[in-house]
Every structure is written in structure tokens, then in C-alpha cells.
């Protein structure tokens, strides 16, 4: 009995996060430490930390999978899959409504024009984060060489398949560094095959079933899982790669409704891997209501549970990897390379827009707000929104 009281207790906390986290994960980790160390103390801060690097070194969101983690030690998979839904639920049904919304505006040919400044601040939002993650991350010559051949590469090579495969290779060209980091006594690695099984199992028969019936709700979870599967670095990372595919070659959503979308993502506390249910509602947005939330419900699936497979097949034997310093000399490539990816999204995302003073006045107010004041990003766009409207 008092188990499962301290299983609901958790659960709560893991709810009250879910509404009150805004940020990404570098800021989601903070919350974390103040409720599920300090406060609750379900583990040590080194626990923490611990997990958290274990989740940059796999694909997926990394906030997500930390929590899920922290879920499996506590009381195995069951709790996990419960963490991972009491988390994502109430930004997942925020995006999709937001979607929803998007769409019923268009077809009764509302304006939105007060949405008109929104794209040109999401572009600020993202070019914050390119800031951010080469200033954390980016310490080496090796790692802004990295960095700058992601970007200019990624800028020509507009290809989903092509983020993953920068992200690896430059993986393996940083883990030859090993001899930098210190060394550890290694312990004999055994592995359990079970969830990697599963998670491989799933993306093959996605793939299959996807190819063979062309039904759009199917492609849409391969789609996703795909990419939930091959993302490093979160969802910033995710947008330059989303944007190609759902934008640029198969033109499910305009550049328009993609950037008001990121935007509200940025602006909702929660994960940022959310922004899946608003383009999977979007896309499904010709099947009515019901379909926007079945395509907006069967995308956030698709995008959360490859991280959540390999998390848990992972955490089993983390201790024993960790202490190969080709591992972790690995990170040092993975990180610079993300920054790189989307240092060049925030160019080719602000291409689209409109060459007018307002564009660029709202891209690099949103980028100095974010930089120098302490301003939630929802009230950055809500500020935005009554802008749009008033002016």
C-alpha cells in the first residue's frame, strides 16, 4: 500500500510538472532537481545528472526520457509508461486543439492576421536556441569545425535522412578523442534485448505496413517514429528536419502554419516534442475534427515511444557503458552538430518570410527578449498575437 501511494504521489509531481515546465530540457532539467530531488527526494541530485547525460546520449526528447527513467527506477514499466503519459498528455491536447483551431480559422476564412508577426518570432526562438546550445555546448576547435560543417551541409542537403547521419558521423569522429577523457575500471556489459527488440520490431513493421497500404495515419506514426528514433539533441533539432519533410517536399502544412505551430509549442510548458500533434492534426486536417485528433494523438505516439524503448533498454546496463571514454567522447561531436543543425534551420525558416522591416524587427526582438529579460515565452507570444491584431 504505501508503494502505490508513493507511485501517486510521484504521479502527481510528474502532472504538476507537466503544467508548470516551460523551456526545453536544458530548463526542464532545473524543475526536475527543485521537485523530484530536493522536495521529494526519489533521488540524488548525482542520480539525476547521471540519467540526464545517459538520455543525451540517445535519441529522443531528452526531458521525456529523463522523467520515464526516473518512472522505470521507481517502480518499473508500468509507472514509466504512466509517467510518460501523465507528461506529455496535456501539451500533446494543447497542440492538437491548437490545430484544430488553425484549421477551422481557414475554412471560414477568418483572418489570421494577427498570427502575421507569430512565423518571425518562432524564427527568433530558434536562432535563441542555435545561441544557446553553441555557447553550452560548442568548447572545442574540433567541435566548431563540426558545428559550422553541419550547418552549411545541412543548408544544401535537404533530406530527412541527412540530420541523423551528420549527427553520427559526427559522433564517431569526436569518440577517436577518447584518450581526453579519464579513465574508468570497466565491468563486463550484459545486455538485455528485449526492449531494443521492441523498438526495432515496431519501426519495421510501421515502415511495411506504411508502404503497402499508403494509409496516411500509418505513415504519419512511421514518420514519426522514424524520426522520434534518429533525433539527437531535442526538439530543436527536430524542426529543421520536420520542416523539410512535412513542408518542403510533401507540403502537408505552409510554412506558415508550421512556424505558428512551433511557436505555440515554445510557448506551452511541457515538451517541445509536442509540436508532433499539432503537424499530425494539421495533416489529417481533411478527415474532420475526430481524424485532426486521431492524426494529432497517433503522431505524439509515434515521436515518444522510440525514446521510451531505448531508455529502458538502455538504463539496464548505462553503468557499465559509461565508463568506455569513447562514449563519452562521442557527446562532443553529437552536441556540436546539433547546434550546427539548427544554427542553419533558423536561416532556411526565415527565408519564407516576408522582407520587411517587421519581420526582422520582430525576429531579433523576440531573440533579445529571450536573451536579456526574463519574459516566459508565452507571454512573448501573446505579446506577439496583440501586436498582430492591434497594429
Given at each position: ?50 540519467i540526464n547525460s545517459l538520455c543525451q546520449v540517445l535519441p529522443g526528447p531528452t526531458s521525456t526520457q529523463t522523467l520515464t527513467a526516473i518512472g522505470f527506477k521507481l ?30 480559422f481557414q475554412e471560414r476564412n477568418v483572418s489570421l492576421s494577427f498570427t502575421r508577426f507569430v512565423p518571425a518570432m518562432a524564427v527568433g526562438f530558434v536562432s535563441y ?28 542537403i535537404r533530406s530527412p535522412f541527412f540530420y541523423p547521419a551528420s549527427l553520427i558521423v559526427a559522433g564517431v569522429i569526436t569518440a577517436f578523442k577518447y584518450k581526453a ?211
Amino acid at each position: 500500500m504505501y508503494q502505490q501511494v508513493r507511485y501517486l504521489v510521484f504521479l502527481k509531481d510528474v502532472l504538476i510538472l507537466s503544467v508548470s515546465t516551460f523551456g526545453g530540457p536544458q530548463a526542464h532539467i532545473a524543475y526536475f532537481l527543485k521537485i523530484l530531488v530536493q522536495k521529494r527526494k526519489y533521488l540524488s541530485e548525482e542520480d539525476l545528472i547521471e540519467i540526464n547525460s545517459l538520455c543525451q546520449v540517445l535519441p529522443g526528447p531528452t526531458s521525456t526520457q529523463t522523467l520515464t527513467a526516473i518512472g522505470f527506477k521507481l517502480g518499473g514499466p508500468n509507472l514509466a509508461y504512466l509517467t510518460l503519459l501523465v507528461w506529455i498528455l496535456p501539451a500533446v491536447l494543447i497542440m492538437i486543439f491548437a490545430a484544430v483551431i488553425m484549421e477551422i480559422f481557414q475554412e471560414r476564412n477568418v483572418s489570421l492576421s494577427f498570427t502575421r508577426f507569430v512565423p518571425a518570432m518562432a524564427v527568433g526562438f530558434v536562432s535563441y536556441a542555435a545561441y544557446t546550445m553553441s555557447i553550452k555546448s560548442v568548447h572545442t576547435r574540433t567541435g566548431i569545425v563540426l558545428m559550422i560543417l553541419a550547418a552549411v551541409l545541412s543548408y544544401f542537403i535537404r533530406s530527412p535522412f541527412f540530420y541523423p547521419a551528420s549527427l553520427i558521423v559526427a559522433g564517431v569522429i569526436t569518440a577517436f578523442k577518447y584518450k581526453a577523457q579519464p579513465k574508468e575500471e570497466k565491468t563486463p556489459i550484459l545486455i538485455r534485448w528485449e526492449n531494443f527488440a521492441l523498438w526495432a520490431g515496431v519501426l519495421i513493421v510501421a515502415a511495411t505496413l506504411g508502404a503497402l497500404t499508403h494509409n496516411l495515419p500509418i505513415r504519419l506514426f512511421e514518420n514519426f517514429y522514424r524520426n522520434g528514433s534518429l533525433i539527437f539533441g531535442g526538439g530543436q533539432v527536430l524542426t529543421p528536419l520536420l520542416y523539410t519533410e512535412f513542408v518542403e517536399l510533401k507540403h502537408y502544412l505552409t510554412s506558415r502554419e508550421f512556424l505558428s505551430g512551433y511557436a505555440i509549442a515554445q510557448s506551452i510548458p511541457g515538451p517541445v516534442f509536442s509540436f508532433s500533434a499539432y503537424i499530425g492534426a494539421l495533416t489529417m486536417k481533411h478527415s474532420g475534427i475526430g481524424g485532426q485528433f486521431a492524426g494529432g494523438l497517433i503522431s505524439a505516439a509515434g515521436i515518444f515511444l522510440p525514446g521510451t524503448f531505448l531508455i529502458f533498454f538502455l538504463i539496464r546496463f548505462w553503468d557499465s557503458l559509461k565508463k568506455y571514454r569513447a562514449v563519452r567522447a562521442s557527446l562532443e561531436g553529437i552536441t556540436a552538430a546539433s547546434a550546427g543543425l539548427v544554427a542553419a534551420a533558423a536561416v532556411f525558416l526565415f527565408q519564407p518570410l516576408d522582407n520587411t522591416f517587421a519581420t526582422y524587427a520582430f525576429t531579433v526582438g523576440t531573440f533579445v527578449l529571450l536573451m536579456f529579460k526574463r519574459i516566459p515565452s508565452g507571454l512573448i507570444i501573446i505579446l506577439g498575437l496583440l501586436l498582430g491584431y492591434f497594429l
